[in-house]
C-alpha cells in the first residue's frame, strides 16, 4: 500500500508564493517520476510540473518562470514553490508519483488533491 499526502495548499494573493508539498509512503521500492498537475476541468488534468529521477524537470507553459518543482529522494517527497501566482493558478493540485513496489512492477498513485486560491 502506498500513499500520497499533499500539504501547503491555500488562501494567498495575486503575485504572493506558496510552497506544496508531497511525501509517499508504503510500500515502495524505488520512485521514478514525481509530478503536479492541477484540474483545468472536469475531465481533464493539466501537466504542471515534473521531474524525474535523476532532477531533470519539465513545466506546463503557463507555469514556466514562475514555479519551481525539486525534489528530496532521501525523503520520497516532491516540492511545488510557486512565485508570482495569478488568480488564474487557482485550483485543486494533485501529486502524482510513479512509484516501483519491485524491480520490475510500478504504478502511478495520485494524492488527494491541495487547494489553491488565488485572490484578493
Known amino acids: 500500500q502506498v500513499h500520497l499526502v499533499e500539504s501547503g495548499g491555500g488562501l494567498v494573493q495575486p503575485g504572493g508564493s506558496l510552497t506544496l508539498s508531497c511525501a509517499a509512503s508504503?510500500?515502495?521500492?524505488?520512485?521514478?517520476?514525481m509530478g503536479w498537475y492541477r484540474q483545468a476541468s472536469e475531465n481533464n488534468r493539466e501537466l504542471v510540473a515534473t521531474i524525474n529521477a535523476g532532477g531533470g524537470a519539465d513545466y506546463g507553459e503557463s507555469v514556466k518562470g514562475r514555479f519551481t518543482i525539486s525534489r528530496d529522494s532521501a525523503r520520497n517527497t516532491v516540492y511545488l514553490r510557486m512565485n508570482s501566482l495569478k488568480p488564474e493558478d487557482t485550483d485543486v493540485y494533485y501529486c502524482?508519483?510513479?512509484?516501483?513496489?519491485?524491480?520490475?512492477?510500478?504504478?502511478?498513485?495520485w494524492g488527494q488533491g491541495t487547494q489553491v486560491t488565488v485572490s484578493s
Open positions: 508504503g510500500s515502495i521500492f524505488r520512485i521514478d517520476s
Open positions: 502524482k508519483a510513479k512509484i516501483y513496489f519491485s524491480t520490475s512492477s510500478w504504478f502511478e498513485y
